[in-house]
């Protein structure tokens, strides 16, 4: 569902050049080609691609923090590019990078960046919920990657803002900061706070966006809901949780032709290891296990696993390299 209360961020059209490179002739390199999304209140909205897509880009320009080539962008209701520190105040930032200054402890850094607004987060709260006091004392250049993300949300949050920009949030993080960090984060959602979050980990997106925008080469591929995305492409009448992959082990060499429907995908992914995916039905599954049955095969092992948000994007953007 989108929200029928103004967007927090509107983009149309939006292309970025940057160049002139020499590797290119001295033209300009086109790295956002007529992108258009918007993102609501109460909301997160994931821009999914791999790296190199022009997420990261995208965001920078909807900040004002890159100038667009052309396209309109307004944020909060207003035209990044021309607003001044009144619209900055409402918005936070968390960039991929950090731009943290490596010689300052992250306690006294994030007191000075609250005495810059007028209504900031409480320091202390954001201490103790990113625990932040246990590597309090170390300057940002020996935090780990994952101690600077937590810093980094910290520091986008300290002004309470309306909506936040996250660009990889969960680069470096261990397991038990990355559930406290999405912890923060849907509570925010759920708090009225706009979030856009750029991402090139699908789990991430599955698990934590409201919409998504699937981008390929600086262009929209596709958007939707998560259960939208995952009914992409799904035959007529095959129930989503029939949308299987099966895995299992067995002798090399089967010939597993006319066991199963046209529609899945069969293959032998290495020496005695299969995959089926497709459409799979209760029948289908009966089918596979009475042709085990009548040649005396007993799979090592078998899993199920339901289609997800990185079997869309593989299907949009394909699996060669690039």
Not at 155 to 165: D, K, M, Q, R, S
Request: proline residues 6%; hydrophobic residues 40%; negative net charge.
């Amino acid at each position: 569902m989108r929200s029928t209360e103004s967007p927090v961020l509107s983009i149309s059209g939006l292309i970025k050049d940057v160049g002139p490179l020499a590797s290119l002739d001295g033209k300009m390199l086109r790295v956002v080609s007529g992108l258009s999304l918007t993102a609501g209140r109460g909301q997160i909205t994931a821009l999914l691609g791999a790296n190199g897509a022009g997420k990261t880009t995208t965001i920078e320009c909807a900040q004002g923090l890159q100038r667009r080539t052309g396209g309109t962008i307004s944020l909060l209701g207003e035209d990044p590019d021309a607003a001044g520190a009144a619209l900055r105040s409402r918005v936070g930032v968390m960039l991929q990078d950090g731009g943290l200054p490596p010689s300052a402890h992250p306690i006294p850094l994030l007191k000075h960046i609250s005495g810059m607004y007028q209504d900031p987060w409480p320091v202390e709260d954001l201490i103790q919920r990113l625990g932040i006091n246990t590597f309090g004392r170390t300057t940002v250049r020996r935090l780990s990657g994952g101690q600077k993300q937590r810093l980094a949300l910290a520091a986008a949050l300290i002004g309470n803002p309306e909506v936040l920009f996250l660009d990889e949030p969960s680069a470096g993080l261990d397991p038990q900061s990355r559930q406290l960090v999405f912890e923060l984060i849907s509570e925010l959602r759920d708090s009225g706070m706009g979030i856009i979050l750029t991402t090139h980990l699908m789990d991430d997106a599955q698990r934590l966006a409201d919409y998504v925008y699937i981008i390929d080469a600086g262009r929209n591929v596709a958007e939707g809901t998560v259960a939208q995305l995952l009914q992409r492409n799904v035959p007529s009448g095959a129930a989503q949780e029939h949308i299987r992959t099966l895995l299992f082990e067995a002798p090399p060499g089967l010939d597993f032709t006319g066991v199963l429907p046209d529609t899945v995908d069969f293959r032998e992914t290495r020496a005695g290891s299969y995959s089926a995916t497709g459409a799979l039905t209760p029948h289908d599954l009966a089918a596979l296990t009475a042709w085990w049955a009548a040649r005396g095969i007993m799979p090592g092992s078998m899993s199920l696993e339901a289609r997800s948000l990185e079997d869309v994007f593989l299907d949009i953007s394909g699996r060669d390299l690039r």
